[in-house]
């Protein structure tokens, strides 16, 4: 329809806002990386950092309020994150919102390093993002560890009590480290994890966010708001539960977190504590931080490195494995039976699963016959081309339903169903990214 000054005069004072932003901003350091907002839509597989670094926030904003109100106490922890979610304006709201966004990060932060793996990004001079990568993504279970055991409910103890013991069977300086990071018992650990969760870990992940950056970052806003809709749609189908307080005369069976349970499961089989819980996911890091150093060939796609794909597909196998295997516990026996796991099942299930994983995926991928005979011709992606004018009532269609969803959720919380109020709200979120997309979409139709 003609030039972009035909797109209107919103789009213009649009426009005039971002270019006098940026003219404002150059000379700073927000403005060190280049920030990309795509108009047209992209897959979110290329910057699922981008979406990992945003929950990091949420993190941060939700984290920073709870802070007005939990009290780092043995006597006074739980009763205060009770206090939170039960009589704290919007308690509920901040406490599922941190947990599941907790949860959301771990997930985003794996699901780009397998992505980044499998596309053989850590290539290219890319090796210090990788290593940095890797150990974020390390350092972030371990702030979500240090965050779930600040409740001191059963399951906080359980994975307390679990680091207690890894800490003092590391050989050598075990013994005298432990009571510098532990301090000397329940009173100095509550504090030490406090210091660790809301300060140490993540002044640490921000220096190294600042390494692991590119310099050309992909902000798209429908995405970043359909990722925080799905957190809140998430925490209000399955709202996180306090748990029993800790006590330690009850005799219940508890199992840690889910990217905690892999672990667990070694932890059971009674193998050397060190070794199982320390030692062992120590290589498992160190195998994928060394990729970069020992995989030298110019090739990026998976087809082209059958070793170091069928290595992924075999740690992926793994992972999966012993994150459900950790959660199986036997009903009805004593606790320390429920959770005991035979060694000779265990050991010799991972060890023909890796070898069966890891020999198929090859075959597959280095088969002759599966390579191409000629080089393959990329096709067209397929787009949709909505008219106009019916982009202009879709958007308005959608803005009147979040406009509903938003009144919904505001009747609900008054109400005390505060559940119903999170997944209006998630819901809503999710169809505002839509929104955006259809108005980036329309905005290319008049251009």
């Known amino acids: 329809m003609g030039q972009r000054a035909e797109s209107g005069p919103l789009g213009r004072v649009i426009d005039e806002l971002v270019k006098w932003l ?10 060190s990386f280049r920030f990309q907002v795509p108009r047209l839509y992209v897959s979110p597989f290329g910057y699922l950092g981008m979406l990992t670094a945003v929950v990091f926030l949420v993190l941060g904003i939700t984290g920073a309020l709870l802070m007005f109100y939990y009290r780092p106490d043995v006597e006074f922890a739980y009763e ?3 206090e939170i979610e039960e009589r704290i304006a919007f308690g509920f709201f901040l406490r599922n919102i941190h947990y599941h966004a907790s949860n959301m990060m771990i997930l985003l932060a794996l699901a ?17 993002l990788w290593v940095t990568g890797v150990i974020l993504g390390t350092i972030t279970i371990l702030e979500a560890f240090t965050g779930y055991d ?3 409910n059963q399951r906080a103890m359980l994975a307390v009590n679990i680091a207690v013991g890894l800490t003092y069977s590391a ?15 329940l009173y100095d650990l509550i504090l030490r994890f406090y210091a660790l969760h809301v300060f140490i870990i993540p002044m640490v992940m921000l220096l190294l966010i600042g390494v692991h950056f590119p310099r050309f970052l992909v902000f798209d806003p429908p995405m970043v708001s359909a990722t925080i809709g799905v957190i809140l749609v998430i925490a209000g189908l399955f709202p996180v539960e306090l748990g029993p307080k800790y006590s ?8 840690p977190e889910w990217y905690l349970t892999g672990l667990y499961a070694f932890i059971r089989t009674g193998t050397d504590r060190f070794i199982s819980g320390a030692l062992m996911p120590l290589l498992f890091i160190l195998a994928f931080l060394i990729v970069p150093f020992v995989d030298k060939s110019k090739k990026l796609s998976w087809k082209d490195r059958p070793f170091f794909t069928a290595f992924g597909i075999t740690a992926l196998v793994l992972i999966a494995v012993t994150t459900v295997w950790g959660f199986y516990t036997v009903p009805q026996v004593p606790p320390e039976e429920a959770v005991y796991i035979e060694p000779l099942v265990f050991w010799p299930t991972l060890t023909a699963l890796a070898a069966a994983t890891f020999g198929i995926s090859y ?4 088969s002759p016959t599966k390579r191409e005979t000629k080089p393959p011709t990329r096709a067209r992606p397929i787009t949709i081309r909505i008219p106009y004018p019916w982009v202009v009532r879709s958007i308005l269609a959608v803005l009147a339903v979040i406009v509903l969803l938003s009144i919904g959720a505001f009747q609900a919380y008054v109400e005390g169903a505060y559940n119903v109020s999170l997944f209006n709200l998630g819901v809503a979120l999710i169809l505002f ?8 979409h329309g905005m290319q139709q008049i251009k």
């Open 248 to 255: 330690p005369t009850a005799a219940t069976v508890e199992v």
């Open 363 to 366: 075959k597959f991928i280095a």
């Open 433 to 440: 990214g839509l929104a955006a997309h259809l108005y980036r």
């Open 80 to 82: 205060s994150v009770k």
């Open 22 to 31: 940026v003219d404002r901003l150059e000379r700073t350091p927000l403005m």
């Open 112 to 128: 780009h390093m397998f992505y980044q793996y499998f596309s053989g990004r850590y290539k290219v001079k890319n090796e210090i």
């Open 150 to 152: 600040l409740i001191l």
């Open 171 to 185: 050989p050598v300086l075990g013994p005298s480290v432990a009571p510098i990071i532990l301090g000397g018992g």
